[in-house]
């Protein structure tokens, strides 16, 4: 399969603090991207990083992409209670289709 | 707004009974997409469609039928054949090619009556 796999299954942290979340992968990919999801909503785009990128800066979340490890990284710089939800990374399959594979998450909490 | 709308938010199933769920956008997307997520898991994918009147079976497609007769629609019906439909099922569009996002309805539940 290539579905990535998150790292942790769940994360609880105070608020202003920084939240790192770890994505790895199987296959050669085109590109990665990270998606949010708040309870019982759909999934909101986050930012996208193409393979030949190794670091991308959305605001305050930083990604960064290691081919060579086949591993993703999303920080969340100074934690806001609403930024509690599950991220997820997905990965695209080379087959023309925009196809894209999910992991099964990060729970993050953020406490007030 | 341009968007993605999913109707209805909640669904029950009596047992036998095909249902359909709606799936509507407005983005002007070439390509629409159906996932399940089950509780505390990642999506996987149903069925996808790249352009109109053309679709093809992801990776849990059994018990599950699509159509794609217009740019803007793309229902989903639940058969009687999945015998395990409880789940959430969400919607997504994106643009043809390659490096894209995928952008997201707000996803119907489903349940066994």
Redesign the interface.
Same mark, same amino acid.
């Given at each position: 399969s290539q579905q990535g796999e998150e790292d942790p299954q769940a994360l609880s942290i105070q608020e202003g603090e920084n939240a790192t979340m770890n994505c790895s992968y199987k296959t050669s990919i085109n590109n990665l991207q990270w998606y949010r999801q708040n309870s019982g909503r759909g999934l909101v785009h986050l930012i996208l990083i193409r393979s030949n990128e190794r670091e991308k800066h959305s605001g305050r979340l930083r990604v960064t992409l290691d081919t060579s490890k086949k591993s993703s990284s999303l920080l969340i710089t100074a934690s806001r209670a609403a930024d509690t939800a599950s991220y997820f990374c997905a990965t695209d399959a080379w087959t023309g289709a925009n196809n894209l594979f999910f992991g099964t998450g990060t729970r993050l909490t953020v406490i007030p | 707004d341009g968007g993605?709308t999913?109707s209805p938010k909640y669904l029950f199933r009596k047992e036998g009974q095909n249902v359909t769920l709606s799936c509507e956008q407005n983005l002007n997307h070439d390509?629409m #997409?159906w996932?399940r997520q089950d509780p505390? /898991?990642?999506?996987?994918?149903i069925y #996808?469609s790249?352009i109109v009147n053309d679709f /093809?079976k992801?990776d849990i497609a059994e018990g599950y039928s699509v159509s794609r007769e217009k740019k803007e629609s793309f229902p989903l019906t639940v058969t009687s054949a999945q015998k395990n439909p409880t789940a959430?099922y969400?919607c997504?569009s994106?643009?043809?090619?390659?490096?894209?996002?995928?952008?997201?309805?707000?996803?119907t539940?489903l349940s066994i009556l």
């Open positions: - | 993605i999913q390509a #997409y996932y505390g /898991q990642g999506l996987r994918l #996808y790249q /093809q992801g959430f969400l997504a994106t643009w043809g090619h390659s490096n894209q996002p995928q952008h997201f309805g707000d996803g539940r």
